[in-house]
């Protein structure tokens, strides 16, 4: 969508399907709202859903990137896209989607990552999904949880790599580390 991080994240769940003693919850919705860029002009949202129990809803750990003309709801099964319905057009219901326009399966490459890990390392090359791309890909949920355990929304400055406006959020950030461990930036 090419932009790199979020300006804002809200985050609600709970042990709803089952007691247990997790620390994390079993039942979680989390929204992320991005700014402006090349693809979406006027920003997006992006909704991700996880159920543990209760499944009425059949694609869990989907994220949802919802825009102006259409959504795009992706999981590890596949990706579908899905317009907006238009005036004087028959809604299609299909699985739990309505007026899926395209759908790609996932396909069957569960080595695939590892090749090429290992074909990079070979070669020395950086591979496409460097550390920058997994950090800013690792937010998403990092702020989606740093909102649901303060219990509120939270704004995000990517720049600084900091919450902006909540200490108390912002110190969720990262974690003190274990000594002799030391990160100077």
């Known amino acids: 969508m090419g932009v790199k991080w979020p300006i804002a994240a809200s985050a609600m769940g709970g042990h709803f399907a089952y007691r247990d003693n997790f620390e994390w919850p079993n039942t979680f919705d989390g929204m992320l709202e991005f700014g402006p860029g090349p693809v979406a002009k006027d920003g997006f949202v992006l909704q991700y859903t996880m159920r543990m129990g209760c499944r009425r809803v059949h694609r869990s750990h989907a994220k949802c990137f919802c825009g102006t003309e259409a959504s795009m709801l ?19 219901v299909v699985n739990d989607l309505i007026n899926p326009e395209e759908e790609i399966l996932a396909a069957e490459d569960e080595l695939r990552h590892s090749q090429v890990f290992l074909e990079n390392m070979r070669r020395r090359k950086q591979p496409e999904a460097n550390a920058e791309t997994g950090h800013h890909a690792t937010n998403f949920g990092h702020l989606m949880n740093i909102s649901w355990q303060v219990g509120r929304s939270i704004r995000w400055d990517g720049e600084k790599d900091r919450i902006v406006d909540d200490p108390e959020a912002n110190a969720l950030v990262s974690k003190p580390y274990r000594a002799p461990w ?3 930036v």
């Not at 317009?83 to 004087?88: C, T």
Request: positive net charge.
């Open 182 to 184: 030391k990160l100077k």
């Open 74 to 92: 992706v999981d590890r099964s596949r990706i579908s896209i899905v317009a907006e319905s238009k005036r004087n057009k028959k809604t299609v």
